[in-house]
C-alpha cells in the first residue's frame, strides 16, 4: 500500500540564553494543542531552507538567511494516512522580534524541558538531538 510523503521543515530557534522556540498548534488544525518547532510543508520546487526563511517571515515576523540555518537531524514518522519527512535546522540568528502572527501561542524553553510540552509524534524524537547539542 502507498502512503503519500510529506515534506515539512522545521527550525529550532535558539535565542541568546540556549532556550528553544516552540509554538503551540492552535484550535482548528490538525493536533492542535500539540508544541512543535515553527517551519511548514515544503511546496512544490522549494528547498526546504528556502520554506523556513518564508514560513518564520509568515509565522513569526522575522528575517532569516538562509546561511544561519544548520542542518541538524530529521524525523521520519508513519502517520495514520501519510508518512512524514521533517529536516530540522538549528537557528541562532535572525532579525526582528519574534512574535506570534497566526494566533498561535509560543514559548522559548530550556532543551531539558521540551518533554514538559505534549508535542506531535514525529516531534519528540528530536528533543535528545537538542539536548545533546545545548
Not at 502512503?3 to 528553544?20: F, H, P, S, T, Y
Not at 544561519?68 to 530529521?74: I, K, N, R, W
Not at 509524534?121 to 537538542?130: C, G, N, S, T
Amino acid at each position: 500500500m502507498s502512503v503519500k510523503l510529506i515534506l515539512v521543515a522545521a527550525c529550532a530557534l535558539i535565542d541568546a540564553d540556549g532556550r528553544v522556540l516552540i509554538a503551540e498548534r492552535p484550535p482548528g488544525k490538525p493536533m492542535a494543542g500539540l508544541w512543535e518547532f515553527p517551519g511548514g510543508k515544503v511546496e512544490s520546487g522549494e528547498q526546504p531552507e528556502e520554506t523556513l526563511i518564508r514560513e518564520l517571515k509568515e509565522e513569526l515576523g522575522i528575517d532569516v538567511k538562509q546561511e544561519c540555518l544548520a542542518p541538524l537531524t530529521f524525523a521520519s514518522h508513519r502517520y495514520p494516512d501519510f508518512h512524514l519527512l521533517m529536516p530540522l535546522y538549528v537557528c541562532r540568528r535572525w532579525v526582528g522580534i519574534v512574535a506570534p502572527r497566526e494566533g498561535q501561542r509560543l514559548k522559548w524553553v530550556r532543551p531539558n524541558n521540551l518533554r514538559d510540552y505534549p508535542m506531535p509524534p514525529a516531534d519528540e524524537p528530536l528533543i535528545p538531538h537538542l539536548t545533546t547539542l545545548l
